[in-house]
């Protein structure tokens, strides 16, 4: 497999606030092989979605970069496409017009006939072809969120990047929609990068966990190879005893970091006397406030 496939180095980025930069992230480093699903997951404010907007071109990294087959990424290009949880179609365009836009800004010079064909092939992929002339507001979130995809695969991008895309949607509606995202990895070999805060979801679809320590100044904690056989039957794997250690393993690292974000207001206050009353110590933390108010 060739690693120098995708390559964030050393990326950081700041925001400016009122009381100077804020620091998102800070020294992420991540090698991504051509063709492999990686997923990112960790608590809200990790920065998760701050790297899909670096790798995007979205967001300009403060701090090292995004290197794609050889060239930096300094801005956003159809080699990476995005996939929100927010379908984002355009309302007024219907199923197929959605993804022929897409078409057009990346098959200039194509004819008709071809640029139709290749819609017709997006969305058979997705399941979508008996909806061509229907309006986003006539299908469902499932629905709008296979076109969606099919949009983002018609432009036929080196690295799919997936923003939650079923975080939005009923427990039945995002399993077929996983099964069809494993179907289409299967075909296209496409390089995806998924953001998921569903840890079975990150088991099932993913060659590599990816593993978000909280922020500021969030950083990759630790990565997790998941070596499961594909195709990857979900009811089979329900009882693998190699998959719920996978999942084991990505639920204490998310339980861990959680329990030290829930600890560090109680460890601050040890040094309050253990024998006050609850009470007690509310009156004393606002008198402590007073004070530093004072100061």
Not at 13 to 39: C, H, M, R, W, Y
């Amino acid at each position: 497999m060739h690693t120098k496939h995708l390559e964030l180095e050393q990326v950081g980025i700041d925001f400016p606030t009122p009381k100077g930069p804020f620091t998102a992230l800070q020294d992420v480093n991540l090698k991504i092989a051509k063709g492999e699903f990686v997923s990112l997951i960790g608590h809200s404010g990790c920065g998760k979605s701050t790297v899909l907007n670096i790798v995007a071109g979205l967001h300009q990294a403060t701090t090292g970069g995004v290197i794609l087959d050889g060239a930096e990424v300094k801005q956003p290009g159809p080699e990476r496409a995005v996939v929100f949880q927010n379908h984002s179609l355009l309302p007024w365009l219907s199923v197929y017009k959605n993804v022929e836009l897409a078409v057009k800004s990346t098959m200039r010079g194509k004819s008709k006939g071809e640029m139709r064909d290749w819609i017709m092939h997006n969305l058979e992929l997705v399941h979508m072809t008996h909806a061509l002339d229907k309006l986003p507001n006539e299908i469902s979130g499932g629905m709008k969120q296979r076109v969606g995809i099919a949009r983002a695969l018609a432009m036929e991008p080196k690295v799919l990047l997936m923003d939650e895309p079923f975080g939005a949607l009923d427990a039945l509606t995002r399993a077929h929609l996983q099964d069809s995202l494993m179907e289409i990895h299967a075909d296209l070999g496409n390089t995806v990068i998924m953001i998921t805060h569903d840890v079975d979801e990150a088991v099932l679809l993913s060659d590599r966990i990816v593993m978000m320590n909280n922020g500021p100044a969030a950083t990759i904690g630790e990565i997790l190879d998941i070596e499961l056989p594909r195709p990857r039957n979900r009811l089979a794997l329900a009882d693998n005893k190699q998959y719920n250690h996978y999942r084991h393993e990505v639920l204490t690292f998310l339980y861990d970091k959680q329990k030290k974000v829930e600890t560090v207001p109680s460890r601050t206050k040890h040094s309050a006397s253990q024998k006050n009353s609850k009470s007690n110590e509310v009156s004393s933390e606002k008198k402590d406030t007073k004070k530093s108010d004072a100061a």
